[in-house]
């Protein structure tokens, strides 16, 4: 028992060692602003992608490009976002070069915004085919407080990848069988990310309605 009572209590120090070597210095929070978009994307669809940030305080304008493969993506409008319940309007967003679109954002006044949550929803329809793929780079980057001082934050991009999509094959196996009935289930419970193969019905949603759509692909009713 004493043998087992300093096992436990060395492996409770290395926890806490390890623990302890990856909680970062506290300082003020880090704004974070980050693309937000699915990992996969079928051809000829159409996506949204969030600009998503994190505590920020004060924020009042930003300015920001947007960089993606053209051949592979294009993008079709920029709408605004949302901080805590006030509308972070798009004043510009501009193609300054193919691919790169310059976005430019104000709240009108300068009373200032604090708190997490997106600057705008980038829509993408997707022109390439099933195994391109494209970054979505952020670049160029500046939010401004209410005294028209910078904001320093992280700029992080995100990327997807075209994939052939099989209606019903939710969990994308080239299969679909109740695996798939499953995934969708757990998908509609937010369990698991919404993959383009669970809206089985093609209605654009996923729910109850794609299950009995599986259920019928397998029963050979479909
Ligand atoms: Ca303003
Ligand atoms: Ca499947
Ligand atoms: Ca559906």
Redo the contacts with the bound molecule.
């Keep these: 028992m004493r043998r087992i009572t300093k096992i436990l209590g060395i492996v409770t120090i290395v926890a806490l060692l390890l623990g302890g070597a990856v909680v970062p210095v506290a300082a003020t929070p880090e704004v974070t602003v980050s693309i937000d978009a699915p990992d996969e994307v079928a051809p000829d669809s159409d996506f949204t992608a969030n600009v998503n940030i994190s505590e920020v305080v004060d924020f009042d304008a930003c300015n920001y490009d947007v960089t993606f493969d053209a051949s592979v993506l294009r993008l079709d409008n920029v709408t605004s976002g949302l901080i805590g319940s006030t509308a972070i309007p798009v004043d510009i967003y501009n193609e300054i070069s193919s691919g790169t679109w310059r976005i430019i954002q104000n709240v009108p006044g300068i009373s200032g915004v604090s708190g997490s949550g997106y600057l705008a929803v980038l829509h993408f329809h997707v022109i390439g085919s099933a195994g391109d793929s494209s970054t979505i780079s952020l670049s160029n980057g500046m939010l401004a407080n209410n005294l028209a001082e910078e904001i320093t934050a992280t700029w992080i991009g995100d990327s997807v990848s075209v994939t052939s999509v099989v209606p019903g094959d939710a969990n994308g196996d080239g299969n679909i069988n109740a695996l798939d009935i499953t995934k969708v289930e757990r998908t509609i419970g937010g369990l698991d990310a919404e993959t383009p193969g ?10 109850a ?2 299950i009995t ?1 599986i259920e019928r692909i397998i029963g050979g009713l479909d």
């Design positions: 669970a809206d089985a019905n093609q209605d654009g949603s996923v729910n309605l794609d759509k």
